[in-house]
Structures are given as C-alpha cells and as structure tokens.
C-alpha cells in the first residue's frame, strides 16, 4: 500500500511537471535554425524533431473575451505554436520569431544535432541570457548585450557580441574554427587539458590570462604589444557634443585642436580632433602541437584561458 501511494504521488508530481510547461515539436532533423529571440536555452540531443517549451507564466491570465480570437500586432508574426513565436519553414531554414518583443517567457529549445543554430538580437532593451550547449553542429551568434554561455559544444562557432561577455566549456572534441569576440565584454574560455589548438588572442585595453597547464607555445615573433595613437573627431554645436567619430576609448593621454566655424559672430560647429594613445596585447600561439584555430578578441575587457 505504501508504494502504491508512493507511485501515485510521484505520477502527480509528473503531471504538474508536464502541465506548467507548454511545447511545440517541429518535425525538422537537417538545415539551418534562425532564432530571433531575446534569449534562450538551446540544448542539442539525438532526436528527429525541434522542441521548443516554456514554462507557464505564473502571471498568465485567461481573456474570456478573447477566445476565439487571435492577438494581432504590427510585427507580423503570428503565433503558429501556442508559445508567442512565430515558426516558419522556408526550404532549410526554420525561423523563428516573437509575436511580441515585451512577452519575456525564456524559451528552451532542444535541437537535433545535424541542424545549424544561428541566433541573433540587436534589440537594445530586450534581451536576455543565451545558454547553447550540447551541440555538434555550427554555431552562430551575433547580438548586442546579452550574456553568451557555451557548454559542451563541437564547433564550428563564431561568437559576436557587442557589450555581453562570453563564457565557454569545451569537454571534448573540437571542430574549427572558434571564433569568440566581444568590444566590451570579457572572454572566458576553458579547454581540455589534451585540445590541439593554434591560438590567436588580443585585447585592446585589458590582458590576456592562461592556465600554466596548457603550456601554451608562443610564437615570440608573433607577440605584439603596442602604444598606438587613437584619433577621432568630435562635432559640437555651442559646446554640445552632436557627434563623435573617436576611433577607441579612453587613453591616459590625449591632445585636443579645435576648428571653430562662425556665423554672424555666433560659434556654429566645431571640430575637435582628438589623438589618444593606447595599449594592445595579441599572441599567437599552440597547444599540444596546434591544430583546430581559436580566435579570441575582446577589445575593452579580459580574455582569460583556462584548463577544463
């Protein structure tokens, strides 16, 4: 009787389980996965279908007068899977985008392995973190903020984000190239201790940090540390900046000349030439031997390589 009333309660707890979550399957084992999203988790498995859930919103609420009926707004998606995202199929491709950018559910996406995940969101207020994981097939981000995390993936992968960082676990096999680049975030990459890789690594204004372990043979010749001057030009109006064309950030010293234009003894615009100095880091570099290229940037932060 016991484990009668065990199993019972157990299957109730799956129940709920099943129940908070909604899904929608996409018959789909080969080509190429756009997803337009704010963030998400994508997770690859040996499976024939693209699954696509979210938990169910604790705030959902019914509109009884809306039943029957369909939410329409002016981005033209429609919600085709019951989860607020729009799934098209068009030859290889399956895109996939939000109904509306404000619904801020967290999609968890399980791909089939042979399918190529692209993801991008140049959204400035809408965005989330991205977890890939799990995947054997080529990778592709490109987004503006948010925070990218890689586990456990094959390659190939070419990572860009502009203000996010990006951390990244490779276990085992590695296929190239790597690419992960970041302007304002760090780079934080762990590698196993036997990966055969040719590195490349440089940053602009941070450092460049590896595991003794590694053993990571660089090219001398290769090092290149430089104090480089940065200019740019500043358009102002009444000493009100309009525009700024600087080349890069800040720099302990920087020297300025204006060019000033007049209208009936009124200053107009002005021109202001700015030259900055600045310092860069880029190695190259292998280890055990080279092989699978590694490309690592991050122009206003860190990089750090470590042993998995």
Same mark, same amino acid.
């Given at each position: 009787?016991?484990?009668?009333?065990?199993?019972? *309660?157990? !299957?109730? /707890?799956?129940?709920?389980?099943?129940?908070?979550?909604?899904?929608?399957?996409?018959? =789909?084992?080969?080509?190429?996965?756009?997803?337009?999203?704010?963030?998400?988790?994508?997770?690859?498995?040996?499976?024939?279908?693209? &699954?696509?859930?979210?938990?169910?919103?604790?705030?959902?609420?019914?509109?009884?007068? @809306?039943?029957?009926?369909? @939410?329409?707004?002016?981005?033209?998606?429609?919600?085709?899977?019951?989860?607020?995202?729009?799934?098209?199929?068009? #030859?290889?491709?399956?895109?996939?985008? +939000?109904?509306? !950018?404000?619904?801020?559910?967290?999609?968890?996406?399980?791909? +089939?392995?042979?399918?190529? *995940?692209?993801?991008?969101?140049?959204?400035?207020? %809408?965005?989330?973190? !991205?977890?890939?994981?799990?995947?054997?097939?080529?990778?592709? $981000?490109?987004?503006?903020?948010?925070?990218?995390? !890689?586990?456990?993936?094959?390659?190939?992968?070419?990572?860009?984000?502009?203000?996010?960082? *990006?951390?990244? $676990?490779?276990?085992?096999?590695?296929?190239?190239? &790597?690419?992960? $680049?970041?302007?304002?975030?760090? $780079?934080? /990459?762990?590698? +196993? =201790?036997?990966?055969?890789?040719?590195?490349?690594? #440089?940053?602009?204004?941070?450092?460049?940090?590896?595991?003794? #372990?590694?053993?990571?043979?660089?090219?001398?010749?290769?090092?290149?540390?430089?104090?480089?001057?940065?200019?740019?030009?500043? %358009?102002?109006?009444?000493?009100?900046?309009?525009?700024?064309?600087?080349?890069? #950030?800040?720099?302990?010293? @920087?020297?300025?000349?204006?060019?000033?234009?007049?209208?009936?003894?009124?200053?107009?615009?002005?021109?202001?030439?700015?030259?900055?100095?600045?310092?860069?880091?880029? &190695? =190259?570099?292998?280890?055990?031997?080279?092989?699978?290229?590694?490309?690592?940037?991050?122009?206003?932060?860190?990089? %750090?390589?470590?042993? =998995?």
């Amino acid at each position: 009787m016991k484990k009668q009333l065990q199993l019972m *309660v157990a !299957l109730m /707890v799956l129940g709920l389980s099943v129940s908070a979550q909604k899904e929608y399957k996409l018959a =789909k084992s080969s080509g190429k996965l756009n997803l337009n999203l704010s963030g998400a988790t994508v997770e690859g498995y040996n499976g024939g279908e693209i &699954i696509f859930s979210s938990p169910a919103s604790e705030k959902e609420q019914v509109d009884e007068r @809306a039943k029957g009926l369909k @939410a329409v707004n002016s981005s033209g998606f429609k919600d085709n899977t019951g989860l607020g995202l729009d799934v098209t199929v068009k #030859g290889e491709d399956i895109n996939v985008n +939000p109904v509306s !950018l404000t619904d801020d559910r967290r999609f968890k996406i399980r791909v +089939p392995q042979n399918i190529k *995940v692209v993801f991008t969101n140049n959204s400035s207020m %809408y965005q989330d973190s !991205l977890t890939l994981k799990n995947l054997k097939s080529e990778i592709e $981000v490109s987004v503006n903020f948010n925070e990218v995390k !890689l586990e456990n993936n094959t390659g190939p992968v070419n990572v860009k984000t502009l203000n996010g960082s *990006v951390d990244a $676990v490779f276990a085992g096999e590695i296929k190239g190239p &790597i690419s992960i $680049v970041s302007v304002h975030g760090h $780079v934080d /990459v762990a590698l +196993p =201790k036997t990966a055969k890789v040719s590195l490349e690594a #440089g940053t602009n204004y941070g450092k460049i940090y590896a595991a003794e #372990g590694l053993n990571i043979a660089i090219e001398k010749e290769a090092v290149e540390k430089t104090d480089k001057p940065a200019t740019g030009v500043a %358009y102002t109006t009444n000493g009100s900046v309009l525009f700024s064309g600087l080349v890069s #950030g800040t720099g302990a010293k @920087a020297s300025t000349s204006t060019l000033t234009t007049t209208q009936g003894g009124n200053r107009v615009l002005s021109a202001i030439n700015i030259s900055m100095r600045k310092e860069s880091e880029n &190695i =190259k570099g292998k280890i055990n031997g080279g092989g699978t290229v590694l490309i690592l940037k991050s122009n206003h932060d860190s990089i %750090y390589i470590r042993e =998995k």
